[in-house]
């Protein structure tokens, strides 16, 4: 007959029932109902150049996932920046990263930086049909007093409708704690640029 009732010493690998008031307390304790908690999500179009999330790193959390999807930039080429933000606002200076790209043609390389005024997740992008970008970005410890860790992953179609590739990772900064964050839509010349699209979810990992 399968075990029912408290179980104090291992919910992880209970085979089991739980009973309503179990489930109750796992719910509000965050270890029930899968192994990420969506926290925030958020939307632009056209009218903004940028896409911002406040306060969304806590405590509660040591890794969170940020998954963004449908980038498309007004202008081909247009590429997608991340930045933290800290108790003052955005943090514009300071970055470290390293990443690795390929694409579809056989093209490779590196883009790296040691004082970087963002976090370089993707090349630049196309506008046309069917030349969307997205990616997911896992940040640790966003709420410690160290500085900020990212690693990064996107996957996309250029410009000249050839798909891409890019990973990496890197950091805030300064080290101290970082609650939000934010995207910025920045074109080849490297100043701001209308954003069509982007969708994004915030969600945090469970510790189960």
Same mark, same amino acid.
């Given at each position: ?33 899968g192994?990420y908690?969506l ?14 999330f406040?306060?969304?790193?806590t ?24 930045r ?14 390293a990443?690795f790209?390929n694409?579809?043609s056989?093209? =490779? ?6 004082? !970087?005024?963002f976090?370089?997740?993707? @090349? $630049? /992008?196309?506008? *046309?049909?069917? &030349? ?6 896992f940040?640790y ?11 990064? =992953?996107?996957t996309?179609v250029?410009?000249? !409708?050839v798909y891409?590739?890019?990973? @990496? $990772? /890197?950091?805030? *900064?300064t080290a &101290? ?10 074109s080849?010349g ?7 699209s ?11």
């Amino acid at each position: 007959m399968p075990y029912i009732g408290t179980q104090p010493n291992d919910v992880k690998k209970n085979t089991g029932l739980y009973t309503p008031s179990e489930i109750l307390e796992l719910t509000k304790d965050g270890h029930w109902g899968g192994s990420y908690e969506l926290i925030v999500t958020g939307s632009a179009d056209n009218s903004a150049q940028t896409l911002a999330f406040d306060n969304c790193f806590t405590t509660k959390y040591g890794l969170y996932l940020i998954h963004w999807k449908d980038f498309v930039p007004a202008n081909d080429e247009n590429t997608i920046y991340f930045r933290f933000k800290n108790a003052s606002g955005e943090v514009s200076s300071g970055y470290q990263y390293a990443n690795f790209f390929n694409n579809a043609s056989g093209s =490779s390389g590196e883009v790296k930086s040691t004082s !970087a005024t963002f976090l370089n997740i993707q @090349g $630049g /992008g196309g506008t *046309g049909t069917n &030349e969307s970008q997205q990616g997911h970005i896992f940040v640790y410890a966003p709420a410690g007093s160290d500085r900020t860790m990212a690693s990064y =992953s996107s996957t996309y179609v250029d410009q000249n !409708a050839v798909y891409n590739h890019e990973m @990496g $990772g /890197g950091n805030s *900064g300064t080290a &101290e704690a970082t609650p939000g964050f934010m995207f910025r839509s920045i074109s080849s010349g490297g100043t701001l640029g209308n954003i069509n699209s982007l969708d994004v979810s915030v969600y945090g990992v469970k510790s189960l």
